[in-house]
């Protein structure tokens, strides 16, 4: 009863009838296309792989490779990891506001990234039913990075006597929200 229950919505491989091998086009895109049926009107197939998990409507979508996720795009190379930022900037939770420095030029400038999430503290209350990155937290963030520039050891920078002075005419181009970096 159960098993038939389910027949509808979940197809195994097992119960699939063999089908032919789709025909190779000879204009492929550069990355794969990623189809969302209405998980309603089609039946779902799944494709294991040995690190990769594929989910279609139909089997002629299915990936040409079976090259994980990670490996097929490539990331922002860390230069300086959250434990290294941990040991320059006196900040911590919840005012940490850098996660990684991907570009450094030492004493001259860097580029960081802040994973943005909605379990951040500052979403429950900036705004309720549509939360936002409080302005005031992006300067606070520019300027930690700022400080990792100015406070490593190598340019002769030390914790003492340095503070961010302030700050005149400050725009913001949109709004910062979840899933943001």
Known sequence: MAASAFSNTLVS???????????????????PLVKFPNPRSHPLSRKTT????????DA????????PIELRYPAFPTVMDINQIRDIL?????????????EYNPGVSAVAIKNVTINDNFFPGH????????????VEAMAQVGGLVMLQPEVGGSRENFFFAGIDKVRFRKPVIAGDT
């Open 50 to 57: 040995s690190l990769t998990t594929f989910c279609s409507s």
């Open 90 to 102: 006196p900040h911590r939770f919840p005012f940490l506001l850098v996660d990684r420095v991907i």
């Open 127 to 138: 705004f309720p039913g549509k939360p936002i990155m409080p302005g005031v937290l992006m």
């Open 13 to 31: 491989p097992i119960s699939l009838p063999s089908k032919p091998k789709p025909k190779a086009i000879s204009l492929q895109p550069k990355f």
């Open 60 to 67: 002629a979508n299915a990936p040409q490779h079976d090259t």
